[in-house]
């Protein structure tokens, strides 16, 4: 089994989607169709925002799309420069505990730092134990003495979920 990350175009944008709202759906997360689809649109055409890949397991000759991977791109005094926010890291459930992630981690990693990016941040759900196991497996260290918080200033943004 070959794990590759793939960018998708334009054209593949309709799969991305669907694998978003896979995410949000298993997240829990509040949807809004048509905002994420114009947000897919807006970082696929803008890559100094970030990045989107397929995740590609190629068995046999046979290439099928078992998730996607999405980093943002931000700026960071105290890391000395750009960062990566992984966005989202969505395998679908058929694909999970196999090894994939594992293999995936220095792949994002070679990606992020190629565009210069000095250091990845994510968030990981508070319930999910074993996310929270794996990424600190690939030392991802939690910063507990911080708090993610956030404030919606367009009243076209998704609503927060706060069970989320």
Not at 38 to 49: G, M, R, S, V
Not at 60 to 71: C, P, T, V, W
Not at 108 to 131: C, D, R, T
Request: hydrophobic share 45%; glycine share 6%.
């Amino acid at each position: 089994m070959n794990i590759s990350l793939v960018a998708p175009s334009i054209s593949s944008m309709d799969m991305l989607l669907t694998l978003v709202e896979e995410l949000f759906e298993y997240e829990v997360l509040p949807k809004k169709k048509e905002q994420t689809q114009q947000a897919i649109q807006h970082l696929l055409t803008n890559p100094e925002l970030g990045q989107a890949w397929f995740i590609e397991v190629d068995i046999d000759g046979e290439k099928l799309i078992a998730g996607h991977i999405i980093i943002s791109y931000s700026f960071s005094l105290e890391h000395g420069g750009r960062i990566g926010l992984i966005d989202q890291f969505y395998l679908r459930p058929e694909w999970r505990q196999q090894g994939i992630g594992t293999a995936l981690i220095p792949q994002i990693e070679a990606h992020a730092a190629s565009a210069g990016v000095h250091a990845l941040s994510l968030e990981v759900n508070i319930g999910n134990k074993g996310a929270r196991k794996f990424y600190e497996k690939h030392d991802f260290v939690p910063r507990r003495q911080f708090c993610m918080m956030t404030k919606i200033i367009s009243p076209e943004a998704v609503p927060l979920n706060i069970a989320s």
